[in-house]
């Protein structure tokens, strides 16, 4: 059984927050494990990490073989979560996360958006891969079932590593920082069924975009991709109003 995921209860967004999406880690990228580092030694510090999903390539919780891909990168997050609060968001790259990180906050797609609290007001938070289709929900649920999961888990020690091996060939051929044409468009036809109640702020990930687009009924916030010019935000309050300052690792 999965310990500590979150399922909806508020929860505090801190001053000082360090949110991170998409950094794609990999052992053919591997900035994101540079940045931990840099928290370990407190050369950047924080008290609150939130991992808004695909934090690494390919990391499923029931696929030994995607573990070892990561092996420094989830050694440093267990070491982490002992000084900082971290809240993992999961993503379509990385799911079923709850044993892998026992003692890390690990908060599944269908828990998502978490609304936290921060200054008097509520900011919600996801990967941001919700909503995206019929298509989508089955293919997301497919890729979680535990029979297809044991299926490929088969499959792939059988082949010696061929499916993963497989997903590692695709994954080095995706660009992580294209523009996304019409992408007001695309997020306002999303968000026509999500019900922002007392909602101010929904941030997201997944999408690659570091843009703001302001709705009438909230102000919606896609950070951009660590993966992409290895950038990070952070939580800071000018004239109470909810400010994500980009930074830059690089």
């Known amino acids: 059984m999965e ?7 508020p929860k505090t967004l801190q001053e000082g927050a360090i949110l991170i999406a998409d950094a794609h880690c990999a052992p053919w990228r591997t900035s994101f494990i540079d940045f931990l580092h840099a928290l370990e030694s407190d050369e950047i510090m924080t008290p609150q990490l939130i991992l808004m999903g695909d934090i690494f390539d390919m990391l499923y919780g029931p696929i030994p073989r995607s573990h070892g891909y990561n092996t420094e990168g989830i050694d440093l997050l267990k070491r982490l ?11 379509n790259h ?30 919600a938070l996801s990967h941001g891969d919700s909503t995206m289709g019929f298509g989508y929900e089955v ?68 999408f690659h975009q570091n843009r703001s687009i302001k709705f009438p009924q909230f102000d919606y916030i896609n950070v951009g991709a660590f993966a ?10 000018i004239q109470n109003k909810t400010l994500l300052r980009e930074c830059s690792f690089s």
């Not at 310990?3 to 209860?9: G, Q």
């Not at 979560?81 to 993503?91: N, P, R, T």
């Not at 992409?228 to 309050?237: H, K």
Request: glycine share 6%; with cysteine.
């Open 3 to 9: 310990s500590r995921v979150l399922r909806m209860s």
């Open 81 to 91: 979560c002992k000084k900082i609060q971290i809240i993992y968001l999961e993503g």
């Open 94 to 123: 990385d799911f079923l996360l709850g044993d892998v990180f026992p003692e890390i906050t690990v908060v599944r797609r269908e828990s998502q958006p978490i609304v936290m609290d921060y200054n008097g007001k509520k900011i």
């Open 139 to 206: 293919y997301t649920a497919l890729i979680r079932s535990p029979l297809v999961l044991s299926l490929l888990r088969l499959i792939d020690t059988i082949g010696n590593g061929c499916i993963v091996g497989w997903l590692e060939k695709q994954m080095k051929r995706k660009s992580h920082c294209r523009n996304i044409e019409n992408f007001e468009r695309l997020i306002e036809k999303r968000l026509k069924a999500f019900k922002s109640g007392s909602v101010d702020v929904l941030i997201e990930g997944h």
């Open 228 to 237: 992409c010019n290895e950038r990070y935000f952070t939580v800071q309050s």
